[in-house]
């Protein structure tokens, strides 16, 4: 290794210091930096995408646009940013379990669903939502029947996708705000079902 | 594999099943990836050709031996911010040791 190389500091050490040189040289602000991060963990996340589930859930002319162009139709409600151009809704139903998986990198519909939680940038996730879907899903609560077809999407800086799960039975007279509160990220990802409330999954 | 279920995964890649990052230096490598990008230095999918890099380099040597010695997600992703960095001339690799040490002395053999 040559003695240029950063990767010979662990990474907290190299980050400080690439910090500090951009600083030093004018191109980022640490308040700037302290402002992603809170956005990212704090403000963007999977809540926007239950919104829209729930949204498609209560509206079917919405659920129609949602399917047709996920893009304009999350914009409506005020929800856009980073990494959400592309946007598809991939539709569930009882024949059909979508599942998605990035599996080159970390493509994920941020403005939907927030950054993708660490198990899904894994190598054991990666690998495996594509070879066996079926055993992936399983392993994580999701017993499907024989006869359900599980279509898996592999995401990509031209198509990030967020799934539309089938709405769990049971939930007529809920509104669309308690609806949500039903809709996690696991759901919208394609590695749960949602259930309605007092029931496990 | 054995079985695996996703609080498992989770805890053996040191989080639970919701979190984003592992640890404060990767929100901050994150938040510098996207910042550069935002003030116009790179392109997004620059940086993204560069983390692709580093993943697919990391998944081959886990196919062929089994390691994961190329780290987890977050050390590919520094990995390629250093990179993208470099290559679009915003720094040096010489300026980014020369501040490294400057900050913590000479390299320890690594602490991670």
Known sequence: MSEHDPSEHGPAARVKALEQLLVEKGLVDPARLDAIVDTYESKVGPRNGARVVARAWADAAFRKR???????????????????????????????????????????????????????????????????????????????????????????????????????????????????????????????????????? | MSELGLSELARQLGCDEASVFTAPWEARAFAIALGLSQAGLFIWDEFR?????EVGASDRVRERDGTNRQGEYYEHFLRALEAVVTEKGIATRSELVTKITELQGPAAPHEH
């Open chain 2, 49 to 53: 050709e560069h983390l692709m890099a």
């Open chain 1, 66 to 201: 949602l399917l047709s162009d996920a893009v304009a139709a999350s914009a409506e409600l005020g929800i856009a940013g980073p990494e959400g151009g592309h946007l598809v809704a991939i539709e569930n139903t009882p024949r059909i379990h979508n599942l998605v998986v990035c599996t080159l990198c970390s493509c994920y519909p941020w403005p939907v669903l927030g950054l993708p939680p660490v198990w899904y940038k894994s190598f054991a996730y990666r690998s495996r939502a594509v070879s066996d879907p079926r055993g992936v899903l399983r392993e994580f609560g999701v017993d499907l029947a024989d006869d359900v077809e599980i279509r898996v999407w592999d995401s990509s800086a031209e198509q990030r996708y967020i799934v539309l799960p089938e709405r769990p039975p049971g939930t007529d007279k809920m509104n669309e705000e308690q609806l949500a509160e039903l809709v996690t990220r696991d759901s919208m990802i394609g590695v749960a079902k949602v259930t309605a409330p007092g029931k496990s999954r």
